[in-house]
């Protein structure tokens, strides 16, 4: 009876390890390094204004807004965020076919060999990264650079604990149909 308590403790005292690691080592913002492109993930608080934000500030020459909603107009951007409306000819593309995190790294990779860039910046929440940069990192390879840049967002335990476990299980998330 004590071996097989020892031995159902171990997984359950690695589990609580790793998730403390996970929330004691989220990732900021990123420096002042320059990209080929930036990639924004939507969904949470700061991300769109901060992409916008970098590619003014001439960060890179083109901003992907990845997993916009199909009725969101360049223009209602352009207002919402007070960017120039030229810069969003010029330099924003919105990708309109990514709905979970899994298919955004698809979006961005598509949209990355698309224009062959060779550095990308990522920006999403500090919660939300460690799982994006992998999903996105598993389809680009190792050809392109990844910076990432994440937004700090006032976040929960059960925020952490419900993306510990998705990022723990995103190796098999297509398989068993997760986000």
Known sequence: ??????FSIFPVLLYGAGLAWFMNSLPGPAGAERTDGIVVLTGGEG?????FELIERGAADRLLISGVASEVRPQEL???YDVPMATIRCCVDLGRTATDTRTNGQEIAEWVQRRRLRSIRVVTNDWHMPRARK?????LGSATRIVTDAVHSDRTFKQLFVEYNKYLISPFGEELGLE
């Open 1 to 6: 009876m004590r071996r097989l308590l020892r």
């Open 135 to 139: 999903e996105i990192g598993w389809r």
């Open 78 to 80: 352009a207002a919402r």
């Open 47 to 51: 991300r769109v204004a901060r992409g």
